[in-house]
């Protein structure tokens, strides 16, 4: 499994390659200590279980996954970051809610803008938009709250901020199972508020003098549905347990989709190698003897 995850580095780096990282040149990742997360139930390590009991079990402790997912894992693997832990459960700095769209993203923040500061020294993350689509928000204002957002933790303090742009929902065996129609409409959304993420994005981190890092998380997220055996997985397309019968797969690590929606926690570890690398990588830290081998050879 390590050299698994170690080719993955390796190829990771020609999908990171093509993000894109913005504004100043501001703090090395190894320099932060807080993580600070904002975004939906790919990130959700446990405030929506606290809201409303959900997801119940098999789903992993207020996890939509099968295990920690990759704001759990991120801490593990950049081995200088506090756990980012659920907000609502102990005050933590994960203040993603599972079903929230980017509408809800101001509100996120402003929770967090009332009960902290916003330190210039801790690393932020915007991952939100994938419930956009079926909420029916056009994905001009999704890149709009997005890029709001950010405007708002530049003004409160922030200086280094990644922005996950949106996995490609098309692909989910939800959207899959609705037809022709409905997957086309799902990946011209992607499509568009990526696009424009791209090109807003830079502006927004030029115009308040802050760093900002667009991550290419849809192109990960692609190759794994893709190629799923290089990753370790047998089964991209359907999930590992249905929601109707309640029924689990003997092997649900076989299966990138935990649900018709969300991943597998092997899948959240991928993504969470994928960020880490993508902020150093964009962070510009590679000098001297901090060598790429290094660095995958200290991914265990």
């Not at 000098?287 to 265990?300: A, E, I, K, R």
């Amino acid at each position: 499994m390590k050299k698994l995850r170690s080719l993955f580095c390796l190829a990771a780096l020609s999908l990171i390659c093509a993000s894109a990282s913005f504004g100043q040149q501001l703090l090395a990742p190894f320099q932060f200590r807080k993580l600070v997360v904002f975004g939906d139930s790919l990130s959700d390590n446990g405030n929506s279980f606290v809201q409303s009991g959900l997801p119940p079990a098999p789903y992993f402790e207020g996890r939509w996954s099968n295990g920690f997912n990759w704001v759990d894992d991120f801490p593990w693997i950049a081995l200088n970051f506090l756990p980012a832990t659920a907000f609502l459960k102990d005050g933590g700095t994960d203040f993603a809610v599972a079903n929230d769209t980017s509408e809800n993203l101001s509100t996120q923040i402003a929770t967090f803008l009332s009960n902290s500061t916003a330190s210039p020294d801790a690393q932020y993350v915007i991952w939100i938009g994938s419930n956009d689509f079926a909420a029916g928000i056009n994905p001009s204002t999704t890149a709009k709250n997005i890029i709001n957002g950010i405007n708002q933790l530049a003004a409160a303090g922030a200086k280094d901020i990644a922005v996950l742009n949106i996995p490609d929902i098309s692909l989910t065996p939800t959207v899959i199972a609705r037809g022709g129609a409905t997957i086309s409409a799902a990946k011209n959304f992607v499509s568009t508020a990526n696009n424009l993420l791209a090109v807003q994005v830079p502006g927004a981190a030029s115009s308040k003098g802050i760093h900002a890092s667009l991550i290419d998380i849809d192109s990960l997220f692609t190759q794994l549905v893709q190629n799923p055996l290089a990753f370790g997985f047998t089964n991209s397309t359907g999930s590992a347990f249905d929601t109707i019968t309640g029924k689990v797969q003997p092997d649900p690590n076989d299966f990138l989709f935990w649900d018709d929606f969300h991943p597998t926690k092997n899948a959240h570890f991928f993504a969470a190698q994928f960020i880490y690398l993508s902020i150093i990588w964009q962070g510009q830290i590679f000098s001297g003897q901090q060598s790429l081998t290094s660095l995958t050879n200290g991914v265990h």
